[in-house]
């Protein structure tokens, strides 16, 4: 059984930073990407970084270019989000993912062309 579990969230001042984990386990030899969508109360669910499981490739949202690093390690089957200066519009909660099929740049925050999804970690940050 396929499962993503995600840690690390938690509240921090603007300008803080935080390193968010995603723990895969079952199948996950045939996934091609993984990635990092965030949703706030009130706003659409929005894609934020994503990355090519064999390297690479890497997708960022505007908003978090030059703060965000998306990473995965291989041997640990886990994936990483280390957000740096954060903004209080960061605050959201942020859900790991995975696909098995090719993620296209142009489409690459399109949710439906992910296959799993983790619970989620909420990210709260004050001004």
């Known amino acids: 059984q396929v499962q993503l579990v995600e840690s690390g969230g938690g509240s921090v001042q603007a300008g803080g930073s935080l390193r968010l984990s995603c723990e895969a386990s079952g199948y996950t030899y045939s996934w091609s990407f993984m990635g990092w969508f965030r949703q706030a109360p009130g706003r659409e669910s929005e894609g934020v970084a994503v990355?090519?499981?064999?390297?690479?490739?890497?997708y960022y949202a505007d908003s978090v270019k030059g703060r965000f690093t998306i990473s995965r390690d291989n041997d640990k089957n886990t994936l990483y989000l280390q957000m740096n200066s954060l903004k209080p519009e960061d605050t959201a909660m942020y859900y790991c993912?995975?696909?098995?099929?090719?993620?296209?740049?142009?489409?690459?925050?399109?949710?439906?062309?992910?296959?799993?999804w983790g619970q989620g970690t909420q990210v709260t940050v004050s001004s």
């Open positions: 990355i090519y499981t064999g390297g690479g490739i890497t």
């Open positions: 993912t995975a696909a098995r099929g090719w993620i296209a740049g142009g489409t690459w925050s399109r949710q439906s062309d992910y296959d799993y």
